[in-house]
């Protein structure tokens, strides 16, 4: 066999491998320390086709692997009913479009991922207002010097 027929074949074996390798990372696993109902539905746990971290990764920062954006502050720039729309009824157009979960989501459970998407936003402020404080020490210090 010919150097280059070796590659080829090198080659297709090694996406089904890839392809598995792939899939067992993105595998989410017990359900454990789950403290939020918007989180258990939005790590999929509660319906596997609602897994809105496939797209948009667990803490909503986005993931490398998929198209789905940073989403963390979504609610704050857009507004909760724009949010809710998108979750309803999908964004974007096209293959990286967002699919609309209307048929798969009731009113209450929406409005649980609404409630943990706020909760991010709450924790990521809790960072900032630390951020500015050391800023805040640092002006402090050179003041003084
Ligand atoms: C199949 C992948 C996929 C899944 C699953 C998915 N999204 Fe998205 N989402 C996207 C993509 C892609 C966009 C960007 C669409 C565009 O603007 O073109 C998006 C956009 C959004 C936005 C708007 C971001 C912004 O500020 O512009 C929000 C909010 C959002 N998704 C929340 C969710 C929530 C909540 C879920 C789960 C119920 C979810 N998504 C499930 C792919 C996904």
Redesign the pocket.
């Known amino acids: 066999m010919q150097k280059k027929q070796k590659k080829v074949i090198a080659f297709f074996i090694s996406i089904p491998v890839i392809i598995t390798l792939l899939t067992m990372m993105s595998q989410t696993t017990a359900p454990e320390d789950i403290k939020h109902p918007g989180q258990y539905?939005?790590l999929g746990y509660k319906d596997p086709?609602?897994?809105?971290?496939?797209?948009?990764g667990k803490t909503?920062k986005g993931t490398w692997l998929?198209?789905?954006?940073?989403?963390r502050?979504?609610?704050k720039?857009?507004g909760r009913e724009?949010?809710r729309k998108?979750?309803l009824q999908?964004?974007?157009?096209?293959e990286?479009?967002?699919?609309g979960?209307a048929d798969k989501?009731t009113d209450e459970e929406?409005e649980q991922?609404?409630e943990y998407?706020t909760y991010w936003e709450k924790v990521d402020s809790l960072l900032q207002n630390r951020t500015n404080i050391n800023r805040k020490d640092e002006t402090h210090d050179a003041q003084r010097r």
Do not use: Q, T, W
């Open positions: 539905i939005y086709d609602v897994n809105c971290a496939r797209c948009h909503g998929s198209d789905g954006p940073d989403i502050d979504s609610i720039k857009r724009k949010v998108y979750i999908g964004k974007g157009e096209g990286d479009a967002m699919p979960f989501l929406v991922i609404l998407m």
